[in-house]
């Protein structure tokens, strides 16, 4: 029996009204900026653990290496989400005042 499954039925593609929509949405913007956090959080965190050297008592692998990029987005992730280091903030107040210089032109 074959396995078929519907690519629509797993990614909805926005249609244009969705994304204008969206697009002044205060909720959907704050969570954007959060998720850029948790993108530059994981790259910091990625390029910080660059610096340790390797070493210790197991031979470092591939799996070892697939682990500690999901837990670097995880901690990324929940850091941006529940423990914000402000990045999120300072670009939903930018994003909110050219939003309204937008509008009240």
Not at 41 to 66: H, I, Y
């Amino acid at each position: 029996m074959p396995l078929y499954i519907d690519p629509r039925t797993v990614i909805s593609v926005p249609t244009p009204n969705t994304l204008r929509e969206n697009k002044n949405n205060p909720e959907i913007i704050k969570e954007r900026c959060k998720d850029f956090e948790a993108i530059y959080l994981q790259s910091m965190f990625k390029a910080m653990r660059k610096t340790v050297p390797d070493g210790g008592l197991f031979e470092k692998n591939s799996a070892e290496e697939m682990y500690q990029d999901m837990l670097d987005t995880e901690l990324a992730t929940q850091t941006a989400r529940h423990q914000s280091f402000g990045l999120a903030e300072k670009m939903y107040e930018q994003i909110e005042r050219n939003l309204k210089n937008r509008t009240s032109r």
